[in-house]
């Protein structure tokens, strides 16, 4: 966020790599330090855990954010966890949006002239409800300060 506007710097997604689940981790990992390193980021947001009907796809997604968790944690960056519908309501207005509505609304919302692949949209909507969040939570630190200073 620039202020009160949201801006696009870069998005993409990290491409990972057939073959073993170690190697694929590595490259997760090996991917966001030269993120890390490129664009010096003060803070990661992420998605939650969400309950998946696929067993063997759930522990491979929780696999992929340990490790991405933990590549930015050995940066000593803190890190941000919003659920999908958390994130969905803060970039559509409804938590059970569809992804097309998401991708839609980060276009929009970033003025970009199309709409990112599907899961860089995902990411970008996580870095949207972290910017919507921390810009919330600045503006009720101020009025508490404004109401603390008003009583005095």
Same mark, same amino acid.
């Given at each position: 966020?620039?202020?009160?506007?949201?801006?696009? $710097?870069?998005?993409?997604?990290?491409?990972?790599?057939?073959?073993?689940? &170690? $190697? @694929?981790?590595?490259? $997760?990992?090996?991917?966001?330090?030269?993120?890390?390193?490129?664009?010096?980021?003060?803070?990661?947001?992420?998605?939650?855990?969400?309950?998946?009907?696929?067993?063997?796809?759930?522990?491979?997604?929780? *696999?992929?954010?340990? !490790?991405?968790?933990? &590549?930015?944690?050995?940066?000593?960056?803190?890190?941000?966890?919003? !659920?999908? #519908? #958390?994130?969905?309501?803060?970039?559509?207005?409804?938590?059970?949006?569809?992804?097309?509505?998401?991708?839609?609304?980060?276009?929009?919302?970033?003025?970009?002239?199309?709409?990112?692949?599907?899961?860089?949209?995902? &990411?970008?909507?996580?870095?949207?409800?972290?910017?919507?969040?921390? *810009?919330?939570?600045?503006? !009720?630190?101020?009025?508490?300060?404004? @109401?603390?200073?008003?009583?005095?």
């Amino acid at each position: 966020m620039s202020g009160d506007r949201s801006l696009c $710097i870069c998005s993409g997604c990290i491409k990972t790599p057939d073959g073993e689940l &170690a $190697i @694929r981790l590595k490259s $997760i990992h090996d991917g966001l330090q030269r993120i890390i390193q490129d664009f010096e980021p003060l803070e990661m947001a992420i998605e939650s855990v969400f309950v998946h009907r696929n067993v063997d796809s759930a522990l491979k997604l929780g *696999q992929a954010r340990g !490790t991405a968790i933990a &590549a930015v944690a050995i940066n000593n960056l803190p890190v941000y966890e919003y !659920t999908p #519908a #958390a994130i969905k309501k803060s970039v559509v207005g409804r938590g059970n949006a569809a992804k097309m509505q998401v991708q839609h609304m980060v276009k929009t919302i970033l003025g970009l002239s199309k709409s990112p692949q599907s899961d860089a949209a995902d &990411a970008l909507a996580v870095a949207l409800c972290h910017g919507h969040t921390r *810009q919330t939570l600045k503006q !009720t630190e101020l009025l508490r300060g404004m @109401r603390r200073r008003r009583w005095r």
